[in-house]
Every structure is written in structure tokens, then in C-alpha cells.
T-cell receptor, first 112, second 111 residues
């Protein structure tokens, strides 16, 4: 158990819908990262927040957005969902910017 | 970040040491070598990292060559639970950089 929690574990929704994935980092960790893992793309970095501020962006679609709240939990919002958005979404956290990252168990999103 | 090259798959007998190689010939002086693993579809798990000295923790040992162009992750006594995809990642620390995952090595530990 890494100490990072993600909800929900599974999510099934239809194309065109919007969903919100939630991540609670390890106690004391200020940095949160979101990654997407699909069968054909592997693990890809989406976005990073540090102490409430966006720090880095990766291959995140414009339909996706995220935020980190004052209590340091983070939410990833996915809208106008397409079949290709079906994937595992992982959140990771670290104490600061230079430490190893600890991953949560992931949310499996299925878009039908 | 420097690119890494790993074998696609490897087998190891249970109880034996598993030696997973990684090439990172374009590594820069300020880039660290990190190893993570992913068991089935679970979240990736941090194993170990190092800059130039060999490192050891309760999970594994990391051997980095003197020229830093390659490294080896050693699981001293592999168990069936070590069956996973192992990722070697090179990144600059103190930069808040994301992890860039390649294809990794699929290690199969066999009884």
C-alpha cells in the first residue's frame, strides 16, 4: 500500500459524458502527478501539481483538466469522453519536486 | 531526459537472482537512474534509484557502470511475486520532472 488513494476504482460511462477522478496523496506530499495507461500508448504523463499550482503538463488533451485543492487532494476531470479515453488513470505523489513518486492503485475508465 | 533501452522480456527461476539490464548511453551528468515495476495492472511501484554509486535497499540492488552508460537492477532472490514489468527511467532530479516510461522488461519468475 503506497498511501495514495484513488476513487473510484472502476468507472463505466458513455461517449460524450464527463467524469471526475479523485486522488488523495500520501500524508505530507505536496506534489501530485496524473498518468494515463492505455493498451497502445503505455504509461504517459498527463499533468503535475505542486502545492496547489500547476507545475508541468504532458500529453494532456484539452478535454481534460485537473486541479489540486488546498487540502492537497487532486481531481482529474475528463469531458466529452471518447472510446479512446478508456484507460487506467494513475495518480502519484511525492514530498517535493525531486523525490521518488508513489503511485495509487488507479482508476479503470471504460467508455462505451 | 535520456532514452533507455531494455530487453522486452526475461525469465528467471524462483530463488535465483534476477539481473535486469538497462542501457542509457546518452545519460547526462545530472540525470539519475530510477527503477519502477508494475505488477499486472497495479500502480507502478518505486524500487530504487541512483546517480553513480551502487545502491542497495530492502528490495533490490542497483549497479551503475563507471561510465554511467548502463545499469543493472538485481533482485537477489526472485519470488513468483516479483513477476512484473520493470521500467528503467532516467531523469533529472530537482526539476519536478515527470517520469517517462518506456516499454520496460517483462520479468517472468518461474517455479
Amino acid at each position: 500500500d503506497s498511501g495514495v488513494t484513488q476513487t473510484p476504482k472502476h468507472l463505466i460511462t458513455a461517449t460524450g459524458q464527463r467524469v471526475t477522478l479523485r486522488c488523495s496523496p500520501r500524508s505530507g506530499d505536496l506534489s501530485v502527478y496524473w498518468y494515463q495507461q492505455s493498451l497502445d500508448q503505455g504509461l504517459q504523463f498527463l499533468i503535475q501539481y505542486y502545492n496547489g499550482e500547476e507545475r508541468a503538463k504532458g500529453n494532456i488533451l484539452e478535454r481534460f483538466s485537473a486541479q489540486q485543492f488546498p487540502d492537497l487532494h487532486s481531481e482529474l476531470n475528463l469531458s466529452s469522453l471518447e472510446l479512446g479515453d478508456s484507460a487506467l488513470y494513475f495518480c502519484a505523489s511525492s514530498p517535493g519536486l525531486e523525490y521518488e513518486q508513489y503511485f495509487g492503485p488507479g482508476t479503470r475508465l471504460t467508455v462505451t | 531526459d535520456a532514452k533507455t533501452t531494455q530487453p522486452t522480456s526475461m525469465d528467471c527461476a524462483e530463488g535465483r537472482a534476477a539481473n535486469l539490464p538497462c542501457n542509457h548511453s546518452t545519460i547526462s551528468g545530472n540525470e539519475y537512474v530510477y527503477w519502477y515495476r508494475q505488477i499486472h495492472s497495479q500502480g507502478p511501484q518505486y524500487i530504487i534509484h541512483g546517480l553513480k554509486n551502487n545502491e542497495t535497499n530492502e528490495m533490490a540492488s542497483l549497479i551503475i557502470t563507471e561510465d554511467r552508460k548502463s545499469s543493472t537492477l538485481i533482485l537477489p532472490h526472485a519470488t513468483l511475486r516479483d513477476t512484473a514489468v520493470y521500467y528503467c527511467i532516467v531523469r533529472v532530479d530537482n526539476a519536478g520532472n515527470m517520469l517517462t516510461f518506456g516499454g520496460g522488461t517483462r520479468l517472468m519468475v518461474k517455479p
